[in-house]
């Protein structure tokens, strides 16, 4: 029997070294990628983390800017605040000074309104005085008509009220023309006005408010003014005269309220120039003077009740 030959081993021996080299080579390359893919993954990280210091600082600094805002808000909030509690206490300081005016207005309006009654009961108690001249000469109009009628034969008026409230006698009724004597027809006229004065004069009430009763003479312009003046106060004198001497009791008890004046032809009544002008600015008037105590007496009732008022 052969022996078997020992070559195929030797073989096998040198066909494993050159594997386990090839296997090392392999090892080493892995390691260095290994190691190599550390290195950049060092690197990259490397970045990112200066990439996200970058942005922590710049946050960083956003935050402390935000922070910063914040607080100069919150100091305007403040400021906001201070103002809106002044401004809430001048609305109310506004409210309270508002109420007290209303309040002020109301009793203004009180004490105005007050007042204008007072002045309207003065106003009436004065309009009251005034009215007692148109009264007194109505009655005795009244009283002239209710005797004679209304008119004489030729249709002109006995008596009439003038728009100031005094008695008019037509100049022709009574004289004639540049005369201051009395006519027949203005006797019986004159008459009736004495007995009519000594009916109002014999009320004492309305005699305490009557000062005087003044007969007044007025002309036309034509002539001179010392001519006019004289005969104006001449006719005057006449009427007095003749309403005195025609009723006894009136002289005796009233005569102290008669009295004699004049205005000329400085007070016409019309403005023309005709012959009906003329005549109608030739006239008796009879006008009432009232006391003027009796005007004080309430005027001063009225302030003192208006002093007490303010006391």
Excluded at 48 to 54: A, G, I, M, S, V
Excluded at 106 to 133: F, V, W
Excluded at 238 to 245: A, E, G, I, P
């Amino acid at each position: 029997m052969k022996r078997r030959s020992r070559k195929p081993n030797h073989v096998e021996v040198e066909n494993f070294w050159p594997s386990f080299t090839d296997m090392i080579s392999t090892i080493a390359i892995i390691l260095f990628f290994i190691v190599f893919l550390m290195y950049l993954n060092n690197i990259i990280a490397g970045k990112n983390l200066e990439f996200l210091r970058k942005e922590l600082d710049d946050s960083q600094k956003q935050l402390e800017s935000s922070q910063l805002e914040i607080s100069q808000a919150e100091q305007n909030l403040r400021l906001l605040k201070m103002d809106l509690e002044r401004t809430m206490a001048e609305v109310t300081e506004g409210q309270l000074e508002l109420t007290l005016s209303n309040q002020m207005i109301d009793e203004q309006k009180a004490i105005i309104a007050n007042s204008n009654q007072e002045l309207g009961d003065l106003r009436q108690k004065l309009q009251g005085i005034a009215l007692i001249r148109l009264d007194v000469l109505t009655a005795v109009k009244d009283s002239v008509e209710n005797v004679m009628g209304k008119t004489n034969s030729a249709g002109e008026p006995l008596v009439t009220i003038s728009d100031t409230g005094n008695i008019i006698i037509n100049e022709s009724l009574v004289f004639d023309r540049y005369s201051y004597q009395i006519k027949n027809e203005g006797r019986a006229l004159l008459d009736q006005l004495a007995i009519a004065f000594e009916t109002v004069l014999n009320d004492v009430e309305t005699r305490d408010k009557i000062d005087a009763i003044n007969i007044q003479g007025h002309t036309d312009y034509r002539g001179t003014g010392e001519d006019n003046r004289l005969l104006g106060a001449r006719r005057a004198t006449s009427v007095v005269n003749y309403l005195l001497s025609s009723n006894g009791t009136l002289e005796s008890s009233y005569a102290s309220y008669f009295m004699a004046s004049t205005f000329s032809e400085y007070r016409p009544v019309s403005a023309g120039s005709t012959e009906a002008d003329y005549a109608a600015n030739r006239r008796i008037e009879i006008g009432i003077v009232l006391k003027d105590d009796q005007v004080q007496n309430i005027i001063d009732d009225y302030l003192e009740e208006a002093l007490k008022d303010f006391e």
